[in-house]
C-alpha cells in the first residue's frame, strides 16, 4: 500500500495569511493526489483532485501542485471558515490511502 | 442537491453483526460507484469497502475483507455494509461516499458504530 506521510500535523495562522500543508507518498502516484477538509458537524468536503484541479465550488485561494511523491495544499488569505482538519488522499491505485491529517487552527 | 444519509449504527459487542445503510438522493445513484470510509475516534480516515455502479464487483481491505460485505439496491438508490464478526477496532465513524475513480467527491454525515463488551 502507498503511505502517504502528511506535515506539518499542527498549524496555526491568522485569518488573511498563507499555509501550505505538504503531503509525501511512499512512491511516485503520478498527479493523483486529492485533498480534503472536515469540519466538525459538517460533512468532509473534496477541495481537489489529481494534484491541482479544484473540484466545484472550491475557493479560488486554495492551490494544490505537485507531482510524482511530493505534493502541497496552499490556502491564500486564510478565512474563518478554513479551520479546520485537512487529508490528503492518493487516487493512483488500490487501496486508496489517506495522509494523517493537518489540524488548521487559529492563531 | 446530493444527500448521503446513513443509519444503522449503535453499540453490539464483539463478535457480533450489524448491517449500515446509506440512503442517496439528488443524483442518478446507478450511475456512479459508491464507497465506505470509516475514522476510528481521534485518528484518520481508512478506506473500508467499494462497490461498482451495478454492484457486480466489490473492493475490500485485508483489514475487513471476509468479515464485511458491501452491497447495494439500486431501485432503492440505497448502499449497506453488512458488518459481521465486529471487533473492537472496529470501532469508527462510518461514511458513505460518492466515488469518483476513487476521489470521493460527497460525504454522508457519519454514522457511529461502538465494539464494546
Known amino acids: 500500500d502507498v503511505q502517504m506521510t502528511q506535515s506539518p500535523s499542527n498549524l496555526a495562522a491568522s485569518p488573511g495569511e498563507s499555509v501550505s500543508i505538504n503531503c509525501k507518498a511512499s512512491k511516485s502516484i503520478s498527479k493523483y493526489l486529492a485533498w480534503y477538509q472536515q469540519k466538525p458537524g459538517k460533512a468532509n468536503k473534496l477541495l481537489i483532485y489529481s494534484g491541482s484541479t479544484l473540484q466545484s465550488g472550491t475557493p479560488s485561494r486554495f492551490s494544490g501542485s505537485g507531482s510524482g511523491t511530493d505534493f502541497t495544499l496552499t490556502i491564500r488569505n486564510l478565512e474563518p471558515e478554513d479551520f479546520g482538519l485537512y487529508y490528503c488522499?492518493?487516487?493512483?491505485?488500490?487501496?486508496?490511502?489517506f495522509g494523517a491529517g493537518t489540524k488548521l487552527e487559529l492563531k | 442537491e446530493v444527500q448521503l444519509v446513513e443509519s444503522g449504527g449503535g453499540l453490539v459487542q464483539p463478535g457480533r453483526s450489524l448491517k449500515l445503510s446509506c440512503v442517496a438522493s439528488g443524483f442518478t445513484f446507478n450511475n456512479y460507484w459508491m464507497t465506505w470510509i470509516r475514522q476510528a475516534p481521534g485518528k484518520g480516515l481508512e478506506w473500508v469497502a467499494s462497490?461498482?455502479?451495478?454492484?457486480?464487483?466489490?473492493y475490500y481491505p485485508d483489514s475487513v475483507k471476509g468479515r464485511f460485505t458491501i452491497s447495494r439496491d439500486n431501485a432503492k438508490s440505497t448502499l449497506y455494509l453488512q458488518m459481521n464478526s465486529l471487533r473492537s477496532e472496529d470501532t469508527a465513524t462510518y461514511y458513505c461516499?460518492?466515488?469518483?475513480?476513487?476521489?470521493?467527491?460527497?460525504w454522508g454525515q457519519g454514522v457511529m458504530v461502538t465494539v464494546s463488551s
Open positions: 462497490i461498482t455502479n451495478t454492484g457486480g464487483s466489490t
Open positions: 488522499q492518493q487516487h493512483n491505485e488500490y487501496p486508496p490511502t
Open positions: 461516499t460518492r466515488d469518483q475513480i476513487t476521489t470521493f467527491d460527497y
